[in-house]
């Protein structure tokens, strides 16, 4: 058996009577009180989640900006110093190997954010294919990284308002850190990267500001309510950004990795799309259930907000468009569901 | 609010984690403290339907946290004279009172003598105390 990573953080999470399981290599905090109320915490006020299991990787020199063109789907050139972007990693089929979030340190440095899953996969990937002058490092045990979530996070923290995708340096009660304006909830929020041995110190100055320690269950219960797909379970090497509704961030008017696989499969229409779906019956989907009409549930889990059964999976495109009925096989009961507008949940609706 | 840690002495435990509250050859069942904290907050039940008939270590019904399944097994076998609507209501009535509110069916029992291989309440802190 091989052993389990531990962030800087273990300690805490133990002390702080948190469930740890296996999680991508690392043993991580499913929950500390309950999944529930740290997914409400979130939604209504200030989570924290120590998510120092992603990987960072760094690309850098001259041609590291041409280089991530070629190999990143969104257009590299839309963002500048002290911003930051959503993106996908590409194969040649137009698969995806990676989602992740690329932060740009300088005109010819970057940093890119990726799952932990998928860190070492990643890293040989660059490699692979990386320019003369352009080097690939896995900087992951430089950093470690603290989401902090919700409505109520930048006055907790005394934290100044920033756009959504930019960065910068900032501090919180005098510990320093990179104040990234980006998180996998829903909600506003701030991702904070901070020297792993300061990290513990950081951890308990958000905590004391009364900010509510949140495991790995309601990080996926909140990303599922605002439909963000997780990679490895909505999307993969096999499957193709466009079926799965990231068509927003492809430039398929640039060269990148399997680009000419994707203008195919937006000219052509999606045979299957990635949808959303609210049970309209008792019971949970779950990952790997069968969708009777065709397809299969790729993330499936209870509703907090909505107090249902919620989930996603790819469907015949025809059967994508809300309103439709789907039927969910859970454990052979068939249960009915109906496709919804992404996002499942948002603010304003409820 | 989940409940404190408890395992009443009147009642009979199946090493699943499970309970039963015999009465004159009816039982109400239901999921032990133990069961419902590795759960976490319950958010579905899945009940058998009235008059099932379950059979003694076999599952009957779901209960389901927002991370897991757990099938629920028969302590004894008999047949459903009534499911507990309270907690396909609110499931986290079995959070909040395990043994009471939470109970999950009412059965009259076919074979009573069957409650001879359950635990009582010392051999189940026993069986939790080796498990733990």
């Not at chain 1, 890119?112 to 896995?138: F, K, Q």
């Not at chain 1, 909600?187 to 495991?215: M, N, S, T």
């Not at chain 2, 004279?81 to 009412?106: H, K, M, Q, S």
Request: proline share 6%.
């Amino acid at each position: 058996m091989q052993t389990l990573l531990r962030t800087p953080l273990y300690e805490r999470h133990v002390a702080l009577g948190a469930r740890l399981v296996p999680f991508a290599g690392w043993e991580m905090p499913v929950q500390y009180e309950g999944v529930i109320p740290e997914h409400l915490a979130v939604r209504a006020d200030s989570g924290a989640f120590d998510v120092s299991h992603m990987g960072e990787l760094v690309v850098e020199g001259p041609r590291a900006r041409a280089f991530l063109q070629s190999m990143l789907s969104n257009d590299l050139d839309r963002i500048g110093p002290g911003q930051a972007q959503y993106t996908l990693l590409t194969n040649e089929q137009g698969g995806i190997v990676d989602d992740l979030i690329v932060y740009e340190l300088g005109p010819s440095r970057f940093l890119l954010i990726v799952n932990a899953a998928n860190r070492e996969r990643d890293l040989e990937w660059l490699r692979e294919r990386e320019l003369p002058e352009t080097e690939v490092y896995d900087a992951s045990d430089d950093y470690a990284l603290i989401a902090v979530q919700g409505p109520r996070t930048l006055e907790r923290l005394e934290l100044p308002e920033a756009h959504a995708f930019t960065f910068a340096d900032g501090e919180v009660d005098g510990i320093a850190c990179t104040v990234n304006r980006t998180g996998y909830t829903g909600e506003q929020g701030v991702e904070l990267l901070v020297d792993p041995d300061a990290a513990g110190e950081l951890w308990d100055r958000v905590l004391a500001r009364g900010v509510v320690p949140c495991g790995l269950g309601a990080r996926d219960t909140l990303r599922l309510e605002v439909c963000y797909p997780l990679h490895g379970n909505d999307i993969g090497p096999e499957t193709d950004a466009i079926s799965a509704g990231l068509g927003w961030v492809c430039a398929l008017d640039k060269d990148f990795n399997g680009v000419e696989e994707l203008r195919r499969v937006k000219e052509a229409g999606p045979q299957r799309k990635l949808a959303a779906f609210v049970m309209e019956e008792a019971g949970i989907p779950r990952q790997g259930m069968a969708i009777v009409e065709g397809g299969e549930v790729t993330s499936g889990s209870h509703s907090p907000m909505l107090e249902r059964g919620i989930g996603m999976g790819y469907v015949p495109a025809e059967l994508a468009q809300p309103g439709a009925q789907l039927t969910i096989d859970v454990r052979g009961r068939p249960r009915r569901a109906r496709v919804v507008k992404k996002p499942i949940y948002s603010r304003e609706e409820t | 609010m989940a409940a404190a840690e408890s395992y009443p002495d009147d009642l009979r435990y199946h090493a699943e984690h499970d309970w039963a509250r015999i009465e004159n050859g009816e039982a109400r069942f239901g999921i032990t403290w133990f069961a419902q904290d590795a759960l976490g907050e319950l958010v579905h039940f899945e009940p058998p339907e009235d008059g099932a008939t379950l059979t003694k270590d076999q599952a009957y019904a779901e209960v389901e946290s927002v991370k897991a399944v757990s099938a629920v097994i028969a302590p004894l076998s008999g047949e459903v004279l009534e499911v507990n609507r309270a907690v396909i209501d609110a499931p986290e009535t079995v959070n909040d009172d395990p043994y009471g509110d939470g109970w999950l069916v009412r059965v009259r029992l076919t074979d009573p003598g069957e409650a001879d291989a359950l635990m009582d309440v010392e051999a189940y802190k026993q069986l939790l105390a080796e498990q733990g």
